[in-house]
């Protein structure tokens, strides 16, 4: 009972470096979220996507970029590090005609 | 953009007392959620609710869908330690476009 499964749990980056964050799920879901939560500001949309082979902005994508790899597989990539995307990142899925989304345990990152 | 103001940031209670949260919204929604978040943990979801107007219990909490469309409210009866955590509501609307908008959260304290 996997569920949604983030790697990796903590990364420090320095400015300027690339990352990028993975995100499976195994409950056959079509619809996928990255979203990052900062103190008092609580869970921002960076990115989702409704199936495979399609993705959408949310409420911050600057910075950011996504790629749907096929169903199961949703991954956050960095370009180019800067210190104001320090924040705990979560990815989610959800089935169609669902309501719930299911979330992964966070990957938390610090850009020094 | 989609906005949803959640009030009141944080809650000081003494256990046993009733706890009540709200989130009020600039769009229309067909769905409202209201998640609790341990610390460490991602986001689980306490109750969904589909129709304007509808009152949905969970145990010792309730959640109705406001006849507007654009607030929902959550009570927590008889509160207990473990009640403690950031809870969120959230809104999505089904068959339009699958973004879930969360609110920043109301952070519960509960007092010895």
């Known amino acids: 009972n996997a569920g949604v499964t983030q790697t990796p749990k903590f990364q420090v980056l320095k400015t300027g470096q690339s990352m990028t964050l993975q995100c499976a799920q195994d409950?056959?879901?079509?619809?996928m979220y990255w979203y990052r939560q900062d103190p008092g500001m609580g869970l921002r949309l960076i990115y989702y996507?409704?199936?495979?082979?399609?993705?959408d902005k949310g409420e911050v994508p600057n910075g950011y970029n996504v790629s749907r790899l096929n169903k199961r597989e949703f991954s956050l990539r960095l370009e180019s590090a800067a210190p104001s995307q320090t924040s705990v990142y979560f990815c989610?899925?959800?089935?169609?005609?669902?309501?719930?989304?299911?979330f992964g345990q966070g990957t938390r990152l610090t850009v020094v | 953009g989609q906005q949803l103001n959640q009030s009141p940031q944080s809650m000081f209670i003494q256990e046993g007392e009733d706890v009540s949260m709200n989130c009020t919204s600039s769009?229309?929604?067909?769905?409202w959620l209201w998640y609790k978040q341990d610390p460490g943990e991602g986001p689980v979801l306490l109750i969904a609710l589909y129709k304007a107007g509808e009152l949905t219990s969970n145990g010792r909490l309730t959640a109705q869908f406001g006849i507007t469309r654009k607030d929902s409210f959550l009570n927590i009866s008889a509160s207990i330690p473990s009640d403690v955590g950031i809870y969120f509501c959230?809104?999505?609307?089904?068959?339009?476009?699958?973004?879930?908008?969360f609110g920043k959260g109301t952070r519960l304290h509960i007092l010895p």
């Open positions: 409950m056959n879901h079509n619809s």
């Open positions: 959230a809104g999505l609307y089904r068959g339009r476009d699958d973004k879930i908008i």
């Open positions: 989610a899925s959800r089935r169609d005609r669902g309501a719930e989304a299911f």
């Open positions: 996507s409704a199936s495979e082979g399609t993705t």
């Open positions: 769009s229309i929604f067909n769905t």
